[in-house]
């Protein structure tokens, strides 16, 4: 089955649906980072660098051929949907929407049999949930029209050792007479921070190299994934800290931060190291605790978090674990960035992506629905549904 992503990213989603046996042509982002990353792990995915707004439909035409597109992914924006605004008659008319609009265009272009929108859980409480609804009009409404369903997915719930919430869309065309199911969640198969991490060699504030040994044996099944295809450590470069830094993360204690340490620890104001900054917030230095999954891996996650044991931030190769990414994936572009590069950093990639393992489990529900149809036991569901429904509209 053929895929391609869109808003791609360094390529979560990309690698979870390759795992799941799909063939991606086609990724596609606007950054020239993620583009490297993505030429780097994926040689056989050809990836389009742009705004979709601009891009020609023959570019991706020329790629595709006579190809049939089985699935389209992708995670459009969606922060400039307002519904208040009494002057415009639809949310299409704001421009900070144009790349949710210029998604459901490539659904409309394709006509895929499946698509799959991930975004952030706020979305759903957006103009107090008018915002999602007009978002399944859209889809319910494109080309031939697709049966539609969303569900806040927690990636701890798929073998990810991290609490990361997300919204999944998943449509399917209508013709096909199939229906949104989702991958079946597991509490009882939670990694923590230290089934991550622990089998990565130990290096303090600098130290580190972009291709490293290994220095011990995988001690659990999580870690034997990791390293399924690998030979070296990748992307495990420690920052460097000053020492006045590496105090002050000597003294927070695990499931504590900035918050919880003495003055004399505390954050100084930008350009005046002798005041004490006034600011702070609650993830800022954050020492995670190991025998639980990671909270959310954001973007900045560079400072936000600490070592459970050691006294210094984690490496891009830490974070890769806590999304699931294996370590023979490896992430192009500056390791941190400057204000004025251009570019997201590895840093930055890790923390946007969608995790793999949770986007592999998605796309075996879609796999399988597409193979085999929707289950007995949903359409049961469905049915039920459906009668209750007609009872209300009575």
């Known amino acids: 089955m053929n895929c391609i992503d869109l808003f791609c990213g360094c390529g979560g989603m990309t690698l ?15 950054d020239e980072n993620c583009g490297k990353t993505i030429e780097k792990n994926f ?20 790629i595709i051929k006579n190809k049939e597109i089985d699935v389209i992914t992708g995670g459009p924006p969606c922060q400039g949907f307002s519904l208040a605004n009494k002057n415009r008659n639809k949310v299409e008319d704001d421009p900070r929407n144009k790349l949710f609009y ?16 991930e975004n952030v859980k706020g979305l759903l409480s957006m103009e107090k949930g008018k915002v999602i609804q007009t978002i399944l009009e859209e889809f319910e409404n494109a080309g031939i029209g697709y049966n539609v369903d969303y569900k806040v997915l927690i990636a701890s719930d798929y073998g990810v050792p ?21 991958p079946k969640e597991d509490k009882n198969i939670q990694i923590s921070v230290d089934e991550a991490i622990l089998d990565l060699p130990k290096i303090h504030a600098g130290q580190g190299k972009e291709n490293a040994d290994y220095l011990s044996q995988p001690m659990n099944n999580y ?6 295809n690998s030979k070296k450590v990748f992307n495990h470069v420690a920052m460097r ?3 006045r830094l590496i105090d002050r993360f000597e003294a927070i204690k695990p499931g504590k931060n900035l918050i919880d340490v003495w003055e004399t620890h505390g954050a100084v104001k930008r350009g005046n190291p002798n005041e004490k900054s006034e600011i702070k917030f609650s993830q800022n230095n954050l020492r995670l605790v190991g025998n639980k999954p990671a909270p959310t891996v954001a973007a900045s996650f560079q400072s936000n978090f600490i070592h459970p044991y050691l006294n210094r931030n984690f490496t891009a190769r830490e974070g890769a674990r806590f999304q699931s990414f294996p370590d023979d994936f490896i992430f192009e572009g500056m390791r941190t960035k400057m204000s004025w590069e251009k570019g997201l950093s590895q840093y930055q990639q890790i923390g946007n992506a969608v995790p793999p393992l949770m986007a ?10 597409l193979t085999n149809g929707n289950s007995t036991e949903f359409l049961k569901k469905s049915n039920n549904k459906k009668c209750k429904q007609s009872v209300l509209e009575l």
């Open 360 to 369: 592999k489990a998605v796309a075996d529900k879609i796999k399988d629905i």
């Open 223 to 228: 870690q034997k994934l990791m390293r399924k």
């Open 241 to 243: 800290h000053t020492q």
């Open 16 to 30: 979870g649906f390759k795992w799941s046996g799909f063939n991606s042509i086609i990724a596609s982002d606007i």
């Open 43 to 62: 040689p056989e995915t050809k990836f389009i660098l742009g705004n979709i707004s601009e891009v020609d439909k023959r570019d991706f035409d020329e």
């Open 102 to 117: 210029d998604y459901v265009k490539f659904i409309k272009w394709y006509s895929p049999k499946a698509f799959v929108m």
């Open 162 to 182: 991290q609490k990361r919430e997300r919204v999944i869309l998943i449509g399917f065309r209508k013709d096909l007479n199939l229906f949104p199911e989702f």
